[in-house]
């Protein structure tokens, strides 16, 4: 609400207030039994290799920075290792690291099912 939040306005669109709401909706949504079947499946979203669930975590693929809202198509599991490098690459970086992380052959295991439930 305070002209205050000018000097942060290039990075951050959406209210701080917002944004703690929406950090709270994914702190609940993270104790639901959807999100427990997220991870229970133990594949990362970006990179397709396999983790034990407690190592996957909850990643906004629209940044709730960027008006991203935590809510089921917009959440997806993650490895710590995409999950950081998502923050600090460039759009462009993260792409590449995308493609070449798809490349990499894994365990064989793949899961097909991959769409996010469109709720
Ligand atoms: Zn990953």
Not at 1 to 25: G, H, N, S, Y
Not at 50 to 59: I, V
Not at 82 to 108: R, V
Request: glycine share 6%; charged share 30%; aromatic share 6%.
């Amino acid at each position: 609400m305070e002209a205050d939040d000018q000097q942060v306005c290039f990075i951050i669109t959406v209210p701080p207030e917002q944004l703690r709401k929406e950090k709270d909706k994914a702190r609940e949504l993270r104790k639901s039994q959807w999100w427990k079947r997220q991870t229970a499946k133990g594949i990362c979203h970006y990179c397709r290799r396999r983790f034990p669930p407690a190592e996957l975590t909850m990643d906004h693929m629209v940044p709730l920075i960027r008006g991203g809202k935590s809510v089921k198509g917009n959440t997806v599991p993650a490895c710590r290792d995409c999950n950081s490098k998502k923050k600090y690459l460039l759009p462009l970086e993260w792409d590449q690291y995308l493609q070449s992380a798809a490349k990499e052959p894994n365990t064989g295991m793949d899961d097909p099912v991959q769409s996010p439930e469109g709720e």
